[in-house]
């Protein structure tokens, strides 16, 4: 079965300073990753998708990118951090079968920008 | 566009009372799929289950129940004789159908928080 490794668990951090959240698959190959954000009080939103090494599509327009730089790696990434980008977020995957579109999420990573 | 509304903020039981939770949706596709995760305090998603929408018929797996009316674009989720684990947001979430761009894209509703006291 597929366990995802998220890190950091908690994050503060400044307004305007970088970030990086990253998330490790085991488990499969050739998955299909996702970052979702998950703001106080409200569903997950998509923030990215990667069907691929190198591939990421966006779902919405924002202050993070993504990227893929491994089969199993996903990273999330911003060179400037707002306080509006606190949130919990979560890396989550399937593995691209057909009947496989049920998700394993990641234990996540809480931001809190101030 | 997809939309999922869960109307229920907040639902508190005591022990053993049972739990309905409500989930409407909106899909102009003719196959889509519906979910119900759990989300207990650690933060994790749980998967719970997944239908199509060509399959209306109802299950029950343990203490779990669902009710799936696509006349009425309802996914309801019952948790009889509630336990204090049972404490946790639950998310219902609808996907289109399969599709290398679909998989794992799901609109979620923004959750119910199910608290179980003693």
């Known amino acids: 079965s597929q366990t995802i490794h998220q890190w950091p668990a908690t994050l503060v951090q400044p307004v305007g300073s970088p970030l990086s959240l990253e998330c490790t698959v085991e488990?499969?190959?050739?998955?299909?990753l996702y970052w979702y954000r998950q703001a106080a009080g409200r569903g997950l939103q998509l923030l990215f998708y990667?069907?691929?090494?190198?591939?990421i599509s966006s779902e919405v327009p924002q202050n993070l990118s993504a990227s893929r730089p491994q089969d199993r790696q996903f990273i999330l990434s911003s060179k400037k951090l707002l306080l509006s980008d606190s949130g919990f977020y979560l890396c989550?995957?399937?593995?691209?079968?057909?009947?496989?579109?049920?998700?394993?999420f990641g234990a996540g990573s809480r931001l809190t920008v101030l | 566009a997809q939309k999922v509304t869960q109307a229920q903020t907040e639902i508190s039981v005591v022990e053993k009372e049972d739990v309905t939770l409500d989930c409407v949706y909106e899909?102009?596709?003719?196959?889509?799929?519906l979910f119900w995760y759990k989300q207990p305090p650690s933060g994790e998603l749980v998967f719970l289950i997944r239908?199509?929408?060509?399959?209306?018929q109802n299950e029950i797996s343990g203490r779990y129940s669902w009710n799936f009316q696509k006349s009425t674009s309802s996914f309801n989720f019952t948790i009889t004789a509630s336990q204090v684990v049972d404490s946790a947001v639950y998310f219902c979430?609808?996907?289109?159908?399969?599709?290398?761009?679909?998989?794992?894209?799901?609109?979620f509703g923004a959750g119910t928080q199910v608290v179980v006291t003693p």
């Open positions: 989550a995957c399937n593995s691209g079968n057909s009947g496989a579109n049920v998700l394993t």
């Open positions: 488990g499969t190959s050739n998955p299909n």
């Open positions: 990667s069907v691929g090494i190198g591939q």
């Open positions: 899909t102009r596709d003719t196959t889509y799929y």
């Open positions: 239908r199509n929408s060509f399959d209306e």
């Open positions: 979430a609808l996907s289109e159908a399969e599709g290398t761009d679909s998989w794992g894209k799901l609109q």
